[in-house]
């Protein structure tokens, strides 16, 4: 980038050099400071352009680059900074901070001295971390570029260099997928995962997926694999010579050497991809004699290998000779399995991929900064990968489409490896279980409308009483069903993904203390934590009741007036009507506080990992979230008949008018919020385009609006936590009061069907992309669904035995003793469903036996061969060296 202009106004001049530490570091000029405010100039781009969610074109400046880092300028440049190398040290690991005081130790000196003023300290940051990006420790490319209105400097870092790449996911030790010429190599073959039901049927078009071991990547291993595989070509081109030579004079020696040759996988396939080579080379020079020596030993070696598998005998048997000779040689062809080039420069791993590369930068960078400290002293607004147009374009076509054709496709799992492989695993389990959801919703919406519907036709008291009963014990085997069946689909997506046991090896969050760990402190904001989860579930359970008891006391009196809010009076006929949005009303509101404190609490618990501290926030969330959202129907369905008293169905009916304006509101609610954020958005590209057109240099023309400019505009990623608690509470409704609104479920597809394609637009054309983080599943939302399994049991039981028809009407011992043993076996139905559906399908379990052994395969001889020193056996009493197995006892 080219810096131009002068200084920006109340933007002080750095003192001169000599006069501060800053200023001996070279410092009296950097981007913080004398970035000009106006049109920025792009270096090196050919004119690509992308457009922005308005469908305005930008300067698509961000292929190539990996990560964005948002400076802030300093304001108020001249002030004091009391704290500075306080501020040093929790911005910089001890490490950095080391090797910078080893560096300028006259820095440091003059620094305890006088310390820093803002612009100094902005400088002194920007500086090092420009030093250690582009030094030998990182390797970055880096540039830089002002924000729209200058406030800011936009850092782009890139990491493009091979070696250095390899050097880093040595050092960090990323596990890398093998390659399927890898497989070949070592004489395997390489396992599949199974094939989802949208393949068996034809919806998902997709091939059956390849679920390659993950392997530590090591660089040694990779240069010596394809010098290994050159080895192996050697041997088997001299054992295949001698086998030649011998062919004719001594058939049984030349038998026993092929029973060697193909005992081992890995010299087999060296053997027959050497011998169709040569048999190709001989046939083109038409040397009969050489081509039906080679066929008669080709042969020998593929009989010899079909000897030990029957599907190869099977695939050769009736045909005639020369026909097979043509399907062995077809079986071992360069289509079908491998060249003998490809052999010898086969690679161990697959290139690491853009995904990868933002791994590799995220833990490097985190080895000598500390990003969260950044932001939290105000010297860094925010980081984040850039949209990509390339990676963008294939997401955009179908995924994240919201035209017409596209809105409504059949949530398979089409596009899961795609999202993956873009926004990294969080992100892709989330859409993955939202798809895994809404397919299954649609067993429950048929049924939902099958039963409304037949409602409607004329039907007896007593099926309309069987009905619901089948319907409320089928919707507890539907919930159960669902989370065991998606438990499984998590193994597989692990399996292929790579993820298995990454919570194990996740980063450690950096304002993790070791020293705090069980500490009085600690232990405290934690026991706070639960303590504000027992406020919040106890405000909800009063506002419930009285809301239900002011509902009921001005039904009774319709001709009176009451006081509400603000102290409005208003009718009693209209209060009741309020009562049934007042519930929702005070849902969302304890809903909203929950949310903006529960995790702010949870920063201070101290917890090592990110996933540890997602998981805390999940548990407590869903805890208060649950008495919050289903507290008000549990009152009117179980407990207001004993309180307050119901005549006939009045508490059913009233049940039924609030589930119907809470589900409504909810999902309109849940929309309304997804399309504020786009407008939001759109507000903000709108209002930047503005400014660009305001900022140019020339008249009617619009100064330079870059594609990295617009993303730094919009609103960061805020995790997927709000989007699985409204869809979970959505599942608990669905499963524990659909008898009483068969039609939620129904509701709820429909809506997962559009919310699918607008969340998918959102990650892509409204946030910012988030920094992909590895996760092996969904967390603490898997036990979440499992305790929403059970819960159903009990609540549909309940709704069964209190509430519906014929079991209403018998007395309250009968019922009570129904219930128990009613509940118990639910229990124990939904327990023997969980165990029917193994975590591990039985495909899975042989994709880990075969990756475990070829783990263990690739990982034998090829990058470390063991140079072991001889040793001799001694024997250890005297007198005894006779005594060997082989010599036969005396016997007297």
Request: with cysteine; hydrophobic share 45%.
């Amino acid at each position: 980038l080219k810096r131009r202009g002068s200084r920006p106004r109340g933007v002080a001049r750095p003192r001169a050099l000599g006069a501060s530490p800053v200023a001996r570091m070279g410092l009296e000029r950097h981007p913080l400071l004398d970035v000009e405010l106006g049109e920025p100039s792009v270096v090196g781009l050919r004119n690509p352009v992308h457009r922005t969610l308005l469908g305005k074109e930008v300067i698509d400046d961000a292929e190539g680059w990996q990560y964005v880092m948002v400076f802030n300028r300093p304001p108020n440049a001249t002030d004091r900074v009391p704290n500075a190398q306080d501020i040093l040290r929790d911005c910089f690991t001890p490490r950095a901070m080391e090797t910078w005081s080893l560096e300028e130790p006259e820095f440091f000196d003059q620094l305890q001295q006088d310390g820093l003023t803002r612009a100094e300290l902005y400088g002194a940051v920007w500086q090092r971390i420009q030093k250690i990006f582009t030094g030998k420790a990182c390797g970055f490319g880096l540039g830089y570029k002002p924000s729209l209105d200058g406030e800011k400097v936009l850092l782009l870092i890139k990491l493009d260099d091979e070696d250095t790449v390899d050097q880093l996911a040595d050092r960090i030790g990323i596990k890398v997928r093998a390659t399927l010429d890898a497989y070949m190599v070592k004489g395997l073959r390489c396992p599949k995962v199974g094939l989802t039901w949208g393949q068996k049927l034809g919806c998902n078009k997709n091939k059956q997926a390849y679920a390659p071991v993950y392997l530590r990547y090591e660089t040694v291993r990779k240069e010596e694999f394809p010098r290994e595989a050159s080895r192996r070509v050697s041997d088997a081109e001299k054992q295949i010579d001698f086998l030649a030579a011998i062919w004719r004079d001594d058939p049984v020696k030349s038998k026993e050497k092929i029973r060697r040759l193909m005992r081992l996988d890995d010299v087999k396939c060296a053997v027959m991809v050497v011998m169709v080579n040569r048999i190709q080379s001989v046939e083109l020079d038409r040397d009969q004699t050489k081509v039906t020596l080679l066929h008669d030993i080709f042969t020998a070696l593929c009989k010899a290998d079909e000897a030990a598998n029957e599907e190869l005998q099977h695939s050769v048997e009736g045909l005639s000779e020369k026909a097979q000779l043509q399907k062995r040689l077809q079986r071992w062809s360069a289509q079908e399995y491998m060249s003998l080039e490809q052999y010898k420069t086969a690679q161990l791993y697959e290139p690491l991929s853009h995904l990868d590369k933002l791994r590799l930068m995220k833990r490097r960078i985190a080895h000598f900064v500390d990003v969260g400290a950044l932001i939290r002293y105000g010297l860094l607004e925010e980081w984040f990968p850039p949209h990509h147009k390339s990676g963008l374009n294939q997401l955009t076509a179908e995924w994240a489409s919201l035209e017409c054709r596209n809105i409504i496709q059949w949530p398979g799992t089409q596009h899961s490896d795609m999202v993956r492989d873009y926004f990294g695993e969080e992100v892709a389990f989330f859409f993955d279980w939202l798809c895994h959801q809404t397919r299954a919703l649609l067993f429950p919406s048929i049924l939902g409308v099958v039963t409304t519907l037949a409602k409607i036709v004329t039907l007896t008291e007593h099926q309309e009483d069987i009905l619901a009963n089948v319907f409320c014990i089928m919707m507890v085997a539907w919930v159960a069903t669902t989370t065991s069946s998606y438990n499984q689909a998590i193994t597989s997506k692990n399996i292929q993904w790579g993820m298995a046991g990454w919570s194990d090896k996740a980063m450690v969050r950096s304002s993790f203390s070791p020293k705090l760990r069980g500490s009085f402190r600690e232990n405290a904001i934690r026991a706070f934590h639960v303590f504000l989860v027992v406020v919040f579930i106890a405000e909800t359970i009063w506002a419930a009741g009285r809301i239900a008891h002011f509902r009921q006391f001005a039904l009774k009196h319709p001709d009176r007036h009451s006081r509400m809010l603000f102290g409005v009076r208003v009718s009693n006929e209209l209060a009741a009507k309020a009562g049934l949005f007042a519930v929702s009303a005070n849902i969302k509101i304890v809903d909203l506080a929950w949310t903006m404190l529960a995790p702010w609490v949870a920063e201070y618990e101290n917890w090592r990992t990110d996933l540890q501290l997602k998981n805390s926030i999940v548990t407590k969330s869903f805890l208060v979230k649950c008495v919050v959202y289903y507290y008000p129907f549990f009152y009117l369905a179980f407990v207001r008949e004993f309180v307050e008293g119901c005549e006939g169905t009045e508490c059913v009916d009233e049940l039924k008018k609030n589930l119907s304006v809470f589900i409504i509101v909810h999902i309109v609610s849940v929309i309304a919020n997804i399309l504020v954020q786009i407008a939001m958005t759109a507000w903000a590209e709108y209002s930047a385009h503005q400014k660009a057109q305001a900022n140019s240099s020339e008249p009617g023309t619009q100064a330079a609006y870059t594609y990295v400019q617009a993303q730094a505009h919009r609103p960061a990623y805020a995790g997927d936590t709000d989007d699985y608690m409204e869809l979970t509470i959505m599942l608990g409704f669905i499963s524990m009061f659909s008898v009483i609104y068969p039609l939620c479920a129904f509701m709820a597809f429909v809506s997962n069907l559009f919310e699918i394609r607008i969340l998918a637009f959102r990650m892509c054309r409204v946030e910012r992309r988030p920094i992909p983080r590895g996760q092996d599943g969904i967390g603490a939302w898997l036990t979440v669904m499992r305790f929403v399994t059970y819960l159903s049991c009990v609540t549909a039981v309940g709704l069964i035995v209190f509430r519906l028809r014929p079991l209403k009407t018998w007395s309250e011992e009968h019922q009570l003793q129904t219930f128990i043993i009613a509940e118990h076996t639910m229990l124990v139905a939904v327990y023997m469903i969980t165990k029917c559906i193994p975590a591990k399908s039985n495909t899975d379990q042989c994709v880990l036996e075969a990756n475990e052994t070829a783990e263990a395969r690739m990982s034998a001889g090829d990058a470390k061969l063991v140079q072991a020193a001889t040793t001799v056996l001694v024997c250890l009493k005297k007198g005894s060296e006779d005594i060997t197995p082989g010599k036969a006892l005396a016997l007297n």
